[in-house]
Nanobody, 119 residues
């Protein structure tokens, strides 16, 4: 099992910044890629950014140039630096950890952290 705990959400004005953290614990050797998703009430959860164990990254078009994902493998932690925040970035942000196929390839999810951007 892998446990994920997010932190860093909150209320910020448009144009401001926040940094989300997600710490993994448990069987972290099973973790391959990690990422951040977000969900607005009544809408589907969407990918914000992902990062592989080797450090390759991908981003949703809506956040490119504003958000940066990174990870510290020694600390089993993934970060999401969010700059130039917009009201439309308001959502619950979830951390995801994918396991290697040899361990089933199943994803684990954090409990979510609220990000609210005021205009």
């Amino acid at each position: 099992q892998v446990q994920l705990v997010e932190s860093g959400g909150g209320l910020v004005q448009a144009g401001g910044s926040l940094r989300l953290s997600c710490a993994a614990s448990g069987s972290t050797f099973r973790v391959n890629a990690m990422g951040w998703h977000r969900q607005v009430s009544g809408k589907q959860r969407e990918l914000v950014a992902g990062i592989t164990s080797g450090g390759s990254t991908n981003y949703a078009d809506s956040v490119k140039g504003r958000f940066t994902i990174s990870r510290d493998n020694a600390k089993n932690t993934v970060y999401l630096q969010m700059n130039s925040l917009k009201p439309e970035d308001t959502a619950v942000y979830y951390c995801r950890a994918d396991t290697w196929q040899i361990y089933g390839g199943l994803p684990y999810w954090g409990q979510g952290t609220q990000v609210t951007v005021s205009s």
